[in-house]
Nanobody, 117 residues
Framework: QVQLVESGGGLVQAGGSLRLSCAIS????????VSWFRQAPGKEREFVAA????????YYAESVEGRFIISRDNAKNTRDLQMNSLKPEDTAVYYC??????????WGQGTQVTVSS
């Protein structure tokens, strides 16, 4: 059973930066795209960013475009999310997500990001 483990969350002031990391236990999952989602209190989970299996293509939600960067570290088998110019509205639990071609969906346990004003 593959595991996705997020890390790097914390408390930061508005305008600051954080780097989240998603460690994937099974290297065969390097063949699949990975996404980051977030869920704020009282709101639905929403898409943040995604990276293709090769790392050659990236996608961002409009709300984070130009501030967040998704990348992959092949040596560590992680998918990282660099978050810059953070805003209070970025406060949420951030989740790592991947899905196999057969439709098996995997989520991490989430990491809390809190941005103070």
């Amino acid at each position: 059973q593959v595991q996705l483990v997020e890390s790097g969350g914390g408390l930061v002031q508005a305008g600051g930066s954080l780097r989240l990391s998603c460690a994937i236990s099974d290297r065969t999952f390097s063949n699949y795209a990975v996404s980051w989602f977030r869920q704020a209190p009282g709101k639905e989970r929403e898409f943040v960013a995604a990276i293709s299996w090769s790392g050659g293509s990236t996608y961002y939600a409009e709300s984070v475009e130009g501030r967040f960067i998704i990348s992959r570290d092949n040596a560590k088998n992680t998918r990282d999310l660099q978050m810059n110019s953070l805003k209070p509205e970025d406060t949420a639990v951030y989740y790592c997500h991947t899905e196999t071609p057969r439709g098996w969906v995997y989520w991490g346990q989430g990491t809390q990001v809190t941005v103070s004003s």
